[in-house]
């Protein structure tokens, strides 16, 4: 057995022996012989065949990216400033290995040369998916194309990267210190902290912030419409033209847009919207943005009717004739108050975590028919819980579940992989998979069980989803099996899936339980949950279709290398005008911290969260469909879903696994009706 815990590949990692000092000797030793590999891959003599490739090549890489993995793992929920140093000192010779193997021309003509007929279907899948990577990465690129392109990727990033330090430092600079008398209505705790932060400055008053912990309180509760217009126009103006020149986002936009429709061009592609879709399950711009259209036109007016609501309401109960953008917040915080009075305080109390776990197990096994036991790992911490799924006694996949926040641990929830299902090439033994769950709930007090929040209860499903996308799956190649290989716009399937269930009563009267009477959730209670879910989502679907819709036509029909200054934000009032309900202010320039398609990876891509969700609620009806006679889903349909869905993961395309399950395309009407936009059929 090798003395060092990131090297021994037997069975399960070594997560309690891991030390910081082992990761940089073993990124070395695996790092090398990756490249080993691929030298030995790419010389003329080795054979273009599949599994020759897979036995040498994949073989190494997997052993890297496992090893890699679990140090980056421990980084997110174990951190140490050791740990951190380690890792952040192997980071760039792993990043780029993988960008060197993702460009290799060498490599690439070995793929190009095997031939498909000789492979399974699923090979074949991942072989598809390999050569187009290759493509998409530039290595048909000659000569000076070449070398354009290369260049084109390292100014992108630098821009990016540039744009969120701009949006962020913009966002840090700003502070407006608040005399008492003007913070009424804003919770204690957030009046409390912006006291903390005037004084660590020596200053006087209640120092406030464009950080969401503060800004979100202070639209939503502030009396002062003032105060609220103060913190407002600063929100929606940072990095742009009217703060500081330094931190202006509006050249980098331009550079952006430009530099991404360069590299579309050089690639074959008219725009970079069509570059982007390549690897989606969208077709085309074109049918993204008649999807958000038709969408419009059907949640418009929802969404006229909500702001019809906070108009009436405003003027009725607050004396507010004609409310400004930094109203709307306020005045929607107390609408809600006003019609759908709980507190998620209340309904804490009655979902503790074992009760709401042993809920979600047991949907998850008599839906997909297995079971869930628990099982011993190596783990990082006492608090981590390790489970084996197992279907007619057989082994299907494990998972570690990390439930709880605490110190050094990462904010959020995720869904990660350990290993992939993988028939492996080297010794014929068939792999099961692995998964990460991470969650940060609150930890219990006084000796009693943690309490979920109904946020929270929804998340563990969500991320369930993920999990159970990686670990049901039964297809045999690594590249393509679970969520591996899944188009990016389809990815979310699965995991708002399972938030359905969070919302169903027959299901979630199972998960709860008074932490103190041990009472089941009050029926009363649910009903208001349902309906403050629904609160404004007229308004809130146009809000997603107008920034999908910005995004999408930013990267077809704008030309950005011929474009004026100023072109951004008229095409921007163009979308407001086909798609908004509620009037923005002249002065806005949301795009200029538009982080997600500046700086992040949903550049024409936006749309992908409303295009899932319309998945999620049209595969979610078909239970909804067969659901029987106790209230309970259907076993039949749920082993629909899972052979159709779940199982095949990437070995297809998420359209046909979508109509296999289903037997036609996706449609919008489910969406619409979980959210409260279909009119009743009885008027
Ligand atoms: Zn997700």
């Known amino acids: 057995m090798p003395t060092n815990p990131l090297l021994d590949f037997t069975d399960l990692p070594l997560f309690d022996r891991i030390r910081p000092e082992h990761v940089a000797p073993a990124v070395d030793a695996l790092l090398a012989e990756a490249e080993t590999a691929l030298q030995t891959v790419t010389t003329p003599a080795f054979p273009a065949e599949w599994l020759s490739i897979a036995k040498a090549l994949d073989v190494a890489t997997e052993r890297f990216s496992r090893a890699w993995g679990a140090v ?11 740990l951190r140093a380690a890792y952040n000192e192997a980071m760039p ?7 060197r193997l993702g460009s290799d021309e060498r490599l690439y003509a070995k793929y190009k040369a095997i031939d498909p007929a000789g492979l399974n279907p ?11 990577n290759f493509v998409l990465g530039g ?32 966002t840090d600079a700003f502070a407006y210190y608040a005399a008492i008398g003007e913070l009424e209505g804003v919770p204690e705790d957030v009046v409390s902290t912006a006291r903390a932060a005037a004084e660590a400055e020596g200053k006087d008053g209640y120092k ?3 950080k969401m912990p503060c800004y979100l309180p202070v639209m939503q509760f502030a009396k002062s419409s003032e105060l609220r217009q103060t913190l407002y126009r600063a929100y929606v103006t940072r990095a742009s033209e009217f703060g500081d020149p330094k931190l202006d986002n509006t050249a980098l936009i331009r550079e952006i847009l430009a530099l991404r429709q360069e590299e579309a061009q050089l690639l074959g592609y008219r725009s970079f919207g069509e570059l982007s879709v390549v690897p989606k399950m969208a077709e085309s711009p074109d049918q993204v943005i008649k999807f958000l259209r038709d969408l419009a036109v ?3 007016p929802y969404g006229e009717r909500d702001l019809a609501d906070l108009r009436v309401f405003a003027a009725e109960q607050l004396g507010m004739t004609d409310p400004q953008p930094w109203d709307w917040s306020y005045v929607g915080e107390k609408l809600k108050e006003a019609r759908y009075a709980f507190s998620e305080q209340e309904v804490k109390q009655y979902f503790t975590a074992p009760k709401v776990m042993a809920g979600l197990f047991k949907i998850v096994e008599t839906l997909f028919e297995v079971n869930i036991r628990r099982d011993d790992a190596p783990v990082w911490h006492p608090a981590v819980e390790f489970y084996r799924i197992e279907r007619a006694g057989q082994k299907v996949g494990q998972f570690y579940l990390d439930p709880s926040a605490r110190a050094g641990k990462r904010g959020g929830a995720w869904m990660d992989d350990v290993r992939a299902r993988w028939l492996r090439p080297d010794t014929g033994v068939l792999q099961t998979p692995i998964a990460q769950l991470v969650c940060n709930f609150a930890e219990g007090v006084d000796g009693k069980p943690p309490l979920l929040t109904h946020d929270d209860v929804t998340t563990l499903f969500h991320e369930f989803g993920h999990g159970l996308h990686h670990m049901l799956t039964q297809i045999n190649e690594r590249d393509v099996s679970g969520i591996s290989g899944v ?9 708002q899936f399972m938030e359905n269930f969070c919302w169903e009563w027959d299901v979630l009267k199972h998960m709860t339980a008074h932490v103190d009477t041990g009472e089941p959730l009050p029926r009363a209670l649910f009903d208001k949950m349902t309906a403050a879910k629904n609160f404004q989502s007229g308004l809130q679907t146009l809000r997603q279709i107008e920034f999908s819709l910005f995004d999408m036509l930013l990267h077809t029909g704008y030309d950005a290398s011929a474009a004026a200054p100023g072109d951004v934000m008229a095409l921007l009032g163009q979308v407001r005008a086909e798609v908004a309900v509620m009037p923005s202010p002249e002065f806005s320039r949301t795009p200029n911290t538009f982080s997600h398609i500046f700086s992040g990876g949903y550049a024409a891509g936006y749309y992908s969260y409303k295009w899932a969700e319309v998945l999620s609620a049209d595969a979610y009806a078909a239970f909804e469909e067969t659901v029987g006679s106790n209230g309970e889903p259907s076993i039949e349909t749920g082993r629909r879903y899972r052979q159709a869905i779940l199982e095949a993961g990437g070995s297809r395309s998420a359209m046909e696994s979508f109509k ?3 037997g036609r395309e996706p449609q919008l009407d489910a969406l619409l009706r979980h959210q409260g936009m279909a009119e009743a059929h009885a008027a």
């Open 298 to 300: 059907k949640a418009r």
């Open 660 to 662: 296999a399950f289903r």
């Open 139 to 170: 290595a048909e690129l000659q000569g000076a194309a070449k070398e354009r392109f290369a260049a084109i990727q390292e100014r992108q990033a630098e821009l990016s990267q540039k744009f969120s330090e701009n949006a962020l430092d913009a």
């Open 208 to 210: 406030l912030t464009l």
């Open 487 to 495: 188009e990016w716009d389809a990815v979310e399937l699965p995991s």
């Open 93 to 99: 010779r792993v990043t780029a290995f993988w960008t």
């Open 72 to 82: 980056g793992h421990l980084n997110a929920v174990a951190d140490t400033p050791e």
């Open 122 to 132: 699923e090979q074949r899948q991942a072989h598809k998916n390999a050569v187009r």
